[in-house]
T-cell receptor
Framework: KAGVTQTPRYLIKTRGQQVTLSCSPI?????VSWYQQTPGQGLQFLFE???????NKGNFPGRFSGRQFSNSRSEMNVSTLELGDSALYLCASSLINEINSPLHFGNGTRLTVT | KNQVEQSPQSLIILEGKNCTLQCNYTVSPFSNLRWYKQDTGRGPVSLTI?????NTKSNGRYTATLDADTKQSSLHITASQLSDSASYICVVRDDKIIFGKGTRLHILP
């Protein structure tokens, strides 16, 4: 069974631009969540989607948004990029009952903002 | 504020030795506590998951313990191997998901 796939693997953008990251979950997984990982803050929860609906949201500004499609694939968008948005963005998928299921992470998209 | 604190920040041990990583949390109650392993350049991989009522959970050479009274969890690695070099992240779930900042483990040959 294929794992969680994130594209692109690396991305370089300049301040003020916007970016869209993509995530394909494990087949059969309907929950997709997104995380930001930086050396200073570690992993931080961005948002979680299930059946195209946002179920939970972390403490990030409105510049960070996401969506989930009917095939469970998900995208996240960051608008008006800032230098501090440079990070590894991780996507994870899980079965319906996420509470008792481990998160399956992709290998992330490394975003660098210059 | 609910927090998850891990110690030590980094650890260096020789191949074949055992080690124990610590996780202290203030989240209470919680749904589950998980330990993840993250290799450099890769996403985290689940090692163990424990509910509030469980005391210990093993996965091969990895054994996690949980003391709900003292709000502490530990991850014990037995007979370490070079491939154990990674970051180990403690994660606690209540209505939100809260990550520790991880322990960076280096195994020397």
């Amino acid at each position: 069974k294929a794992g969680v796939t994130q594209t692109p693997r690396y991305l370089i953008k300049t301040r003020g631009q916007q970016v869209t990251l993509s995530c394909s979950p494990i087949s059969g997984h309907r929950s997709v969540s997104w995380y930001q990982q930086t050396p200073g803050q570690g992993l931080q929860f961005l948002f979680e989607y299930f059946s195209e609906t946002q179920r939970n949201k972390g403490n990030f500004p409105g510049r960070f948004s996401g969506r989930q499609f009917s095939n469970s694939r998900s995208e996240m968008n960051v608008s008006t990029l800032e230098l501090g948005d440079s990070a590894l963005y991780l996507c994870a998928s899980s079965l319906i009952n996420e509470i008792n299921s481990p998160l399956h992470f992709g290998n992330g998209t490394r975003l660098t903002v210059t | 504020k609910n927090q998850v604190e891990q110690s030590p920040q980094s650890l260096i041990i020789l191949e074949g030795k055992n080690c124990t990583l610590q996780c202290n949390y203030t989240v209470s109650p919680f749904s589950n506590l998980r330990w993840y392993k993250q290799d450099t350049g890769r996403g985290p991989v689940s090692l163990t998951i424990m509910t509030f009522s469980e005391n210990t959970k093993s996965n091969g050479r990895y054994t996690a313990t949980l003391d709900a009274d003292t709000k502490q969890s530990s991850l014990h690695i037995t007979a370490s191997q070079l491939s154990d070099s990674a970051s180990y992240i403690c994660v606690v779930r209540d209505d939100k998901i809260i990550f520790g900042k991880g322990t960076r483990l280096h195994i020397l040959p």
